[in-house]
């Protein structure tokens, strides 16, 4: 396993707050360069 079960929990406690914050600031605007991006990928390298 790639990550250990209490990483996995600290992360997923990270990006939900960080969600909540963005949730938070929906008035603000991007700058111009990342006003193109819609999504995010993530990988770990595991296939």
């Known amino acids: 396993m790639r990550f250990t ?3 996995v929990d600290f992360l ?3 990006v939900t707050h960080a969600i909540e914050q963005l949730a ?6 991007l700058s ?3 006003a193109k ?3 995010l990928l993530t990988s770990d ?3």
């Open 24 to 29: 938070l600031e929906q008035n603000k605007v």
């Open 12 to 14: 997923k406690v990270c």
């Open 32 to 34: 111009e360069k990342l």
């Open 45 to 47: 390298n595991k296939i």
């Open 5 to 7: 079960s209490e990483l």
């Open 37 to 39: 991006f819609t999504q």
